[in-house]
């Protein structure tokens, strides 16, 4: 094999909450290293590094990705949302307030992937019930709470946006 | 960890990307979901010098049907089989197995062909591949050849795709009048690994005592590959589906697969989970249509 003895870098341009930002970077670079070190996005966390916990989640094209599992040359092009996004929609606010509400989190290293997860479900399955919460959050791990705060929390959230009072609760 | 070193460049269309494996051999590794290569160049389990990034060639991509084929490009992301109206009429297997498959964030990635291209014999695309009876397309400079799928997996991790060829596409004949088909899987967790998994399809007839043709039993993560159990399949089909019958079966099924034993599982345990999915699918696949 002949790997190479420098580290070959390319241009990457990407639309990262809602702003253009073009680094030079390693190829072989992940998602989740580019936001926290070349876009000084520190919310989403690096867990496990090879796709298991979830703690790197972001949004990639509007689609729930593993940061690590995903070069940020990949993401080219693309338009990246991580969990500090400097406008969050009235569903983001939401579970984040949820997730205070039920002691959702204790050491909070989960959270951000947790969140991103969650806020994908929330808008794609707006009937889900318990049981397709936990499945779909089931590739976020959490080490602290056991997961029934954090089921709690977006159940609160998919009920309250099924009874329509989800913006209002955010504006007031 | 993180990955070693390579160089990346993005394939402009599947002519780029043949030329690329051809200039570059085995330094080269294709790129598509990633969503296997780049766990295990986090892990270092391999060091390739460049990634061959045809996640761009959208005309891999997409599920359409001609006549009685579905046709799944090699690109297609697993969450678009999953909620993909055109499988879930014809190749209900599929559909019932993509929810196994990992988590969402994965399936929003991985790709089809890349699944079926890398054949762990414990995913579940290539035993529906070979129980649906499918053909795969490659693609390599002297044009497209297609290879059945019973020709198609060879061994762990392991096909009949020559490494100067790209897996361009699936074609499955679709679900006939009278045909059934049933998916699943046993794992320790939601989106692990399955222990023990099996796509099943059949041809029904009769409610009580039922008779089934065509049927084909693939179980994946017992082997080398995803295996058909032609033994027990015999058995099932000599006649009416009795409880006797049933018996005989699981029977053959033990004594035709030889599973490595895992860290959890021993083989004998592997065995008795597959004999339990086989008798499910079977009431699955015999259970009157609603």
Redesign the interface.
């Known amino acids: 094999?002949?790997?190479?003895l420098?580290?070959?870098r390319?241009r990457v341009q990407v639309e990262v909450n809602g702003s253009t930002v073009v680094r030079d970077v390693?190829?072989?670079k992940?998602l989740v290293?580019f936001l926290r070190e070349d876009c000084g996005l520190k919310g989403s966390h690096l867990g496990c590094?090879?796709?298991v916990c979830?703690a790197c989640?972001v949004r990639l094209d509007g689609?729930?990705?593993?940061g690590?599992?995903?070069?940020a040359?990949?993401a080219?092009g693309g338009r990246v949302e991580t969990v500090e996004t400097a406008t969050p929609g009235p569903r983001l606010k939401a579970l984040q307030d949820a997730f205070v509400e039920h002691n959702a989190l204790q050491c909070g290293y989960c959270t951000p992937g947790m969140l991103m997860?969650a806020l994908?479900l929330v808008e794609r399955r707006p009937d889900a019930d318990r049981e397709q919460v936990?499945?779909?959050i089931?590739?976020?791990y959490c080490r602290c709470t056991g997961y029934h705060a954090i089921v709690d929390a977006v159940c609160t959230v998919l009920e309250r946006q099924r009874a329509g009072t989800l913006g209002e609760e955010v504006q007031a | 960890?993180?990955?070693?070193?390579?160089?990346?460049i993005?394939a402009t269309s599947p002519q780029h990307a043949l030329a690329l494996l051809a200039e570059h051999g085995?330094?080269a590794h294709l790129?598509a979901g990633?969503?296997t290569l780049?766990?295990t160049?986090?892990?270092r389990l391999s060091?390739?010098?460049l990634?061959v990034?045809i996640?761009a060639l959208t005309q891999l991509a997409g599920i359409t049907v001609s006549g009685s084929t579905l046709r799944i490009g090699a690109l297609t992301r697993h969450?678009e089989v999953e909620e993909s109206p055109l499988v879930a009429r014809h190749a209900p297997l599929l559909a019932q197995a993509a929810?196994h498959i990992?988590?969402?964030?994965?399936r929003?990635?991985g790709t089809f062909g890349g699944a079926v291209a890398y054949a762990d014999p414990a995913a579940e695309w290539p035993a529906c591949v070979l129980a649906l009876n499918a053909t795969l397309v490659l693609l390599g400079a002297a044009g497209e050849r297609r290879v059945a799928a019973a020709d198609f997996f060879r061994g762990v991790y392991t096909t009949a795709r020559r490494s100067d060829e790209l897996l361009v596409a699936c074609e499955f004949p679709v679900i006939g009048a009278g045909e059934r088909h049933h998916f699943s899987e046993l794992a320790r967790?939601?989106?692990d690994y399955a222990i023990a998994g099996l796509a099943a399809c059949a041809r029904v007839q009769g409610g009580a005592a039922a008779r089934l043709g065509d049927l084909r039993l693939v179980f994946l993560s017992l082997g080398d590959r995803p295996l058909r159990a032609r033994a027990a399949e015999a058995v099932l089909q000599a006649g009416a589906l009795t409880p006797e019958r049933i018996a005989e079966a699981d029977a053959a099924l033990r004594a035709e697969l030889d599973p490595f034993a895992d860290i959890t599982h021993s083989a004998a345990a592997k065995k008795q989970l597959a004999a339990t999915l086989m008798r499910r699918a079977l009431s699955a696949l015999c259970k009157e249509a609603p």
């Not at chain 1, 689609?63 to 593993?66: E, F, G, I, N, S």
């Not at chain 1, 690590?68 to 070069?71: D, E, G, I, K, R």
């Not at chain 2, 990992?102 to 994965?106: D, G, K, L």
Request: aromatic content about 4%; proline content about 7%; hydrophobic content about 30%.
């Open positions: 094999m002949n790997t190479p420098d580290t070959p390319t390693e190829c072989r992940h290293d590094e090879h796709g979830g989640t689609q729930a990705v593993r690590c599992l995903v070069l040359a990949q080219r997860a994908d936990r499945v779909w089931s590739g976020n | 960890m993180k990955s070693p070193a390579f160089d990346y993005r085995d330094d790129l990633g969503q780049l766990a160049l986090n892990l060091q390739p010098a990634l990034d996640g969450v929810p990992a988590h969402r964030a994965i929003n990635r967790r939601q989106g």
